[in-house]
């Protein structure tokens, strides 16, 4: 179904891109192009936030600079290609490549020599990567309301709230989930990327400090994301909160044969329980003491915490391979999860917010449009908006955020499920195991058809009948 939709916003984009003229007809074509590339998804956060961390371990390589360089101040796109370039694109579209090198996983760009950075010229980093093939991810400045700068590039980058967002959805990077966080999020999305709560995650980096340090930290931390994530006003900006140990994560998708070996020695040092205390107890051990000359190097690749839990799983006999450890890291570290949310809750969906992307580019294009071609281009807008159920959906979930007291709170669990906001297959709707046969799924889609049938029948609160309508449709399409 998004593929049809996606082909009929192209042929709508085609139609108002040659009515246009001057700057709306290269909006237009820009918005054109986009819907045959990944999805674009911008990594947004506070300073100091965690965010360049992150899109390391998603990506598995050291490719965003995480200490205070000029790096961490400007926007940074990671595309996939054929080959590594650094590349440096202004507004306009002029490019030319910036020296980069390369040291196994890690890609480090050299500005040395380079004119600053205006606020509307951002970096292209392009590698070969499986993980970058349907989703870019853009890693915007740490927004502090100490710098004028940072906020101005961010700013300019988002555009103003009657532009286009040149992304597709966002993940949020918090340390913590405190009122502070929860008004930054909202001001965030409200003023710059004119967002909505199903094209954004929640992510609750540094969750092992968020649970104490401790071997079962993820899973306090876990506790404490789900607790934020049912939040009303945090369910009113995003999908959800997942837990992740950015540092560990990235240290894992990088580990080392020499790391693996210096870890593998500090398990059978009878003093390690002592040492992992903290940073400083294990820095100040002896010289002569197991793995002294890489302990700086674990600290800096996998944190105090992930040492803990690396040490763990080796005296545990879970890892007896780098690899091993590495899967087994990466999997405590919330990354894996991560990916999979991200690829179930936006990458299945990546078409129809590409498409949805489009249409935004359409409607903003309209005024700008002759007369006789602008009111063609608005009714065909209007045919492709209503003929279009997975937009229905779309707005139906985040309605069902923005007002969750419509249905009351078990009706609103079941139709978000039913409208793919926790996977968009059929067994994922309805709740099911993966391996439900189809008979399985007709009788759960006949049930559910009955019970929204009555709601719409009984329904009273505004909204309600309205609501169960989409879920009739989104049952009898599956049906048929």
Not at 43 to 52: E, T
Not at 282 to 300: C, I, K, M, Q, Y
Not at 424 to 452: F, I, V
Request: aromatic share 4%; net charge negative; hydrophobic share 40%.
């Amino acid at each position: 179904m998004s593929a049809r939709l996606l082909g009929e916003v192209g042929s709508l984009l085609q139609a108002a891109r040659s009515a246009a003229e001057g700057p709306a007809a290269v909006q237009l074509e820009a918005a054109l192009q986009r819907l045959h590339q990944p999805l674009r998804v911008a990594i947004a956060g506070r300073l100091k936030a965690g965010k360049s961390t992150l899109v390391n371990a998603l990506i598995g390589e050291k490719v965003a600079a995480t200490d205070a360089t000029e790096c961490t101040r400007i926007v940074t796109w990671y595309e996939n290609g054929s080959t590594y370039a650094a590349l440096r694109k202004d507004a306009g579209g002029m490019e030319h490549s910036v020296r980069f090198e390369r040291d196994g996983l890690t890609t480090r760009i050299l500005l040395d020599g380079e004119e600053p950075f205006a606020d509307d010229e951002h970096l292209h980093l392009r590698m070969p990567s499986p993980r970058l093939r349907a989703m870019t991810l853009v890693d915007t400045p740490g927004i502090d309301t100490t710098s004028d700068e940072l906020a101005r590039r961010s700013a300019a980058f988002f555009g103003a709230p009657t532009e286009i967002s040149p992304v597709d959805a966002v993940v949020y990077v918090v340390q913590h989930t405190h009122p502070e966080d929860v008004a930054f999020l909202e001001a965030f999305q409200g003023d710059l990327t004119r967002g909505s709560p199903m094209n954004a995650i929640g992510v609750l980096s540094r969750a092992d400090e968020v649970g104490g340090g401790d071997l079962d930290a993820m899973g306090v931390a876990a506790s404490v994301a789900r607790r934020n994530g049912s939040d009303p006003m945090v369910r009113r900006l995003v999908q959800s909160v997942e837990p992740v140990s950015g540092l560990m994560g990235s240290g894992a998708a990088t580990l080392q044969e020499r790391h693996f070996a210096a870890l593998k020695t500090l398990a059978l040092w009878d003093g390690i329980e002592r040492a992992l205390l903290g940073v400083q107890t294990l820095l100040s051990a002896e010289e002569d003491t197991p793995g002294h000359g890489t302990r700086l190097e674990l600290v800096n690749e996998l944190g105090i915490f992930g040492i803990r839990v690396a040490v763990d799983l080796i005296q545990r006999g879970e890892a007896e391979t780098s690899q091993q450890l590495s899967d087994a890291l990466l999997e405590a570290s919330g990354i894996r999860t991560l990916r999979r949310v991200l690829f179930s809750r936006l990458g299945e969906r990546g078409d129809l917010l590409k498409a949805r992307s489009g249409l935004a580019a359409v409607a903003n294009s309209i005024d700008s449009l002759p007369e006789g071609e602008a009111s063609a281009v608005a009714r065909q807008l209007e045919a492709v908006v209503t003929g279009a159920h997975e937009l229905a959906e779309l707005e139906a979930l985040d309605e069902l955020r923005q007002s969750p007291e419509i249905l009351g709170e078990e009706d609103t669990v079941r139709l978000e499920r039913l409208l793919g906001a926790s996977g968009t297959s059929g067994p994922e709707r309805l709740g099911l195991h993966g391996a439900a046969s189809a008979e399985d799924l007709k009788h759960g889609l006949q049930a559910e058809l009955s019970h929204w049938r009555r709601v719409s029948e009984l329904g009273l609160v505004p909204g309600t009948r309205r609501l169960a309508d989409v879920a009739i449709r989104t049952c009898e399409g599956l049906l048929a």
